[in-house]
């Protein structure tokens, strides 16, 4: 099976489970491209410094000085789980795109050329539209870090803290023009523990989520998989924080890390 992963440079936790991913693969699985959009952790495209700022003013010093020392680790002192080293790690290649928009025609035909049978996003950033989605044999799947229809939209783990869940989760689904809003294929269901802090659910779903795609890949594989309906209007949508929200995450005792 030929596979395009798409995915964002995001250098605080995806990569070692990206890492995991890769080498959990079934043999017959080809990873035959990889792209790599620019992060933007705020939902939209915004220069460096703009995601920075931003970062500073909703969740505060403490917060920022923190992420601040784990991006310069990431990039220039342990870089071994960035995004580009561990497709080198596998021998991968990087799909550059020749314009931002995935869904340009230039895109689409050098998607064409490698011929995917499935393309899979995790944490992609873009919304896909129907030429792309139409594109390979058995469609696009996402991964998303809550339990849909619940929590569609950005950071689910801080909304399921804040909100004193007991429980999360990651679906897998096949991806329409909507924003989380296609059939499910899978769902792992994931227990909040009372200290859990947001770094540790992060990265409690991260893992499930891996784990989650080489289900689903399996599933799509032997074309032998029921879906779950992804009634929207029982669910909900959440934007990024704002100061306020993190104010009164940490009032209900909530942590970080």
Request: with cysteine; glycine share 6%; net charge positive.
């Amino acid at each position: 099976m030929r596979i395009i992963i798409v995915t964002q440079d995001e250098p605080f936790y995806l990569g070692k489970h990206i890492d995991y991913l890769f080498c959990s693969l079934p043999a017959w699985v080809n990873i035959c491209g990889v792209v790599i959009l620019g992060a933007s952790p705020f939902g939209k495209a915004e220069s460096f410094w703009k995601r920075a700022k931003k970062t500073l003013d909703v969740f505060g010093l403490v917060f920022f000085l923190r992420y601040s020392s784990k991006y310069i680790k990431a990039k220039f002192i342990d870089r071994r789980f960035l995004i580009k080293n561990i497709i080198r790690k596998y021998g991968l290649d990087e799909i550059k795109l020749p314009t931002e928009d995935i869904n340009a025609k230039k895109c689409l035909e050098l998607f064409a050329n490698f011929k995917p049978d499935l393309i899979i996003s995790i944490m992609a950033n873009q919304i896909f539209r129907k030429d792309i989605l139409s594109l390979p044999k058995y469609g696009c799947i996402n991964l998303h870090m809550a339990l849909l229809p619940k929590y569609r939209g950005l950071m689910p783990t801080f909304w399921a803290l804040k909100n004193n869940e007991k429980e999360t989760g990651v679906s897998v689904f096949f991806m329409d023009e909507g924003v989380d809003t296609g059939e499910i294929l899978i769902q792992k269901r994931i227990p909040i523990e009372t200290n859990d802090s947001l770094e540790v659910l992060i990265n409690k779903t991260k893992k499930a989520g891996m784990d989650a795609i080489l289900e689903a890949i399996n599933l799509i594989k032997s074309c032998q998989y029921n879906t779950i309906k992804n009634l929207t209007e029982k669910g909900s949508y959440y934007t990024f924080p704002t100061k306020n929200d993190v104010r009164e995450f940490l009032c209900v005792g909530k942590k970080f890390w």
